[in-house]
């Protein structure tokens, strides 16, 4: 990592007053949490691709739950590592912070962020097909039926995840566009920026005038746009980062 582009990004962090952060799956690689794309990204033979869709929930729930259960399960034996650490003392340091984390794992909250979108949903919560009422996701072993039912209404429950093709939840978009739109440093974190619109937020900070920072050992089409690409794992590189900031 070139310590003279650390220390611009240093310089644009220590002056900022409004800080809009997405992040993504690699920010969570150092608690244990595998990245989507990438090795490892199969689960009984089928990509995720294949089961985070409406397609696949409508052909096969159980599969779908099975995959989900088996998720949530790694995901509660994990902890923030210090690259969330860092995001949390962002939050407590600069005025105006937004963290939009396409991640359902919780993580950047339990780490001490308050003011998160969590643009794809919540691992912590499932919801009625057909009320779409809200309860938390099981927990423990599959017995029986691996499909919840909804308490209110006995049609099935979901995880309370954005798939593939689906929208938006009202509201969440123009959340992080506002926070987007006043940034004055936006700091991309561990994403490899394929989904649209994450990216899209991301562009449209920095053509709204914010300093456009990605945080990632690998190259990606955002990357290659950024004002700095600070090349490593986000364990390591946003420590070192904030160091230099000192704020
Ligand atoms: C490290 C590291 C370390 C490793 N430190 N880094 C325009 C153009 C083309 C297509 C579309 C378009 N607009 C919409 C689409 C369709 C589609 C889409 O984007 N498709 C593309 C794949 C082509 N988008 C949608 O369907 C979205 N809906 C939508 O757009 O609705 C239309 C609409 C928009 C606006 C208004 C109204 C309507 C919905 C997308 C939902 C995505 N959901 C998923 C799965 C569910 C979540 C779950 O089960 O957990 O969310 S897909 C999956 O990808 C997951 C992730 O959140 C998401 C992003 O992945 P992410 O986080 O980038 O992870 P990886 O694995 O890809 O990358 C990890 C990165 O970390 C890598 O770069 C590593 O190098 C790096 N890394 N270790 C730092 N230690
Ligand atoms: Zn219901």
């Given at each position: 990592m070139g310590g003279e582009l650390l220390d611009i990004a240093a310089a644009r962090l220590r002056e900022a007053s409004s800080l809009f952060v997405v992040t993504g799956a690699g920010i969570s690689a150092e608690s244990g949490i595998p990245t989507f794309?990438?090795?490892?990204?199969?689960w009984e033979g089928f990509s995720f691709q294949s089961l985070a869709t409406p397609e696949a929930f409508a052909e096969d729930p159980g599969r779908v739950w099975r995959w989900y259960r088996w998720r949530a399960e790694q995901y509660g034996e994990c902890l923030p590592n210090p690259g969330h650490d860092v995001i949390a003392q962002m939050e407590a340091a600069i005025p105006e912070v937004l963290i939009a984390t396409q991640?359902?794992?919780g993580l950047h909250r339990r780490a001490?962020?308050?003011?998160?979108?969590?643009l794809h949903g919540s691992i912590a919560d499932m919801r009625c097909v057909a009320c779409e009422r809200l309860a938390p996701f099981p927990q423990g072993a599959i017995v029986d039926d691996p499909v919840p039912r909804c308490a209110h209404c006995t049609a099935a429950m979901r995880p309370h995840i954005l798939w593939f093709g689906e929208t938006y939840w009202p509201g969440i978009l123009e959340q992080a566009q506002a926070a987007a739109r006043q940034a004055d440093v936006c700091l991309v974190v561990g994403t490899s920026a394929q989904v649209w619109p994450p990216v899209a937020l991301a562009l449209h900070a920095r053509d709204c005038g914010a300093y456009l920072i990605d945080v990632n050992p690998e190259v990606t089409d955002l990357s290659r746009t950024a004002d700095a690409h600070l090349i490593g794992p986000s364990g390591t590189v946003l420590p070192e980062l904030w160091e230099r900031v000192g704020r």
């Open positions: 794309r990438g090795a490892g990204g199969l991640n359902v794992d001490g962020n308050v003011n998160v979108v969590e």
